[in-house]
T-cell receptor, first 115, second 108 residues
Framework: DTGVSQDPRHKITKRGQNVTFRCDPISEHNRLYWYRQTLGQGPEFLTYFQNEAQLEKSRLLSDRFSAERPKGSFSTLEIQRTEQGDSAMYLC?????????????FGPGTRLTVL | KNEVEQSPQNLTAQEGEFITINCSYSVGISALHWLQQHPGGGIVSLFMLSSGKKKHGRLIATINIQEKHSSLHITASHPRDSAVYICAATSGTYKYIFGTGTRLKVLA
């Protein structure tokens, strides 16, 4: 399967713990996006990368959140000192990076539950 | 007020009915996307529109740039069409700005 993959698919953690999610984009895609989706809502933008450069971060991405894409391939999203409000589906997407209207291809998401 | 709004939020239809989901946006856009999300999270792109109309099987998407409005139509609906349908705008930056989604249930 050559689609976008995310790991883990589910994560349950206790408040205050750190968690890290991984996203592997489609191999030739230069752009990688992170979104967060809470129950009953549409996804909200968190951040995106063009190759290894993080070009935009949402105000939603507090100091407890950090994302990296060290070699322009896979990306990680880390949440430190998790809070119950962080419980959500974290979605990763990738696109070719040719135009601003590139279709984004989504991974299956990582569902985070903070107890 | 959200930059991208959808209506209705929930929709129940009988198999075979013609379905319309509406999307309005307040930002200038470079493209409008329609996506489908099944339970469990997976999101699939259905259409990308910058003008006019596109058709794929029983799905039709239209956009009116002047009125800042787009519609997704499903003809001869089927229970397998049950999903959440989301519109999203791209407006100069690369990120998607999503609507809240329309939860569709088609009854047999």
């Amino acid at each position: 399967d050559t689609g976008v993959s995310q790991d883990p698919r589910h994560k349950i953690t206790k408040r205050g713990q750190n968690v890290t999610f991984r996203c592997d984009p489609i191999s030739e895609h230069n752009r990688l996006y992170w979104y967060r989706q809470t129950l009953g809502q549409g996804p909200e933008f968190l951040t995106y990368f063009q190759n290894e450069a993080q070009l935009e971060k949402s105000r939603l991405l507090s100091d407890r959140f950090s994302a990296e894409r060290p070699k322009g391939s896979f990306s990680t999203l880390e949440i430190q000192r998790t809070e119950q409000g962080d419980s959500a589906m974290y979605l990763c997407a990738s696109s070719l990076g040719i135009t601003s209207t590139d279709t984004q291809y989504f991974g299956p998401g990582t569902r985070l539950t903070v107890l | 007020k959200n930059e991208v709004e959808q209506s209705p939020q929930n929709l129940t239809a009988q198999e075979g009915e013609f379905i319309t989901i509406n999307c309005s946006y307040s930002v200038g856009i470079s493209a409008l996307h329609w996506l489908q999300q099944h339970p469990g999270g997976g999101i699939v792109s259905l259409f990308m529109l910058s003008s006019g109309k596109k058709k794929h099987g029983r799905l039709i998407a239209t956009i009116n740039i002047q009125e800042k409005h787009s519609s997704l139509h499903i003809t001869a609906s089927h229970p397998r069409d049950s999903a959440v349908y989301i519109c999203a705008a791209t407006s100069g930056t690369y990120k998607y700005i999503f609507g809240t989604g329309t939860r569709l249930k088609v009854l047999a």
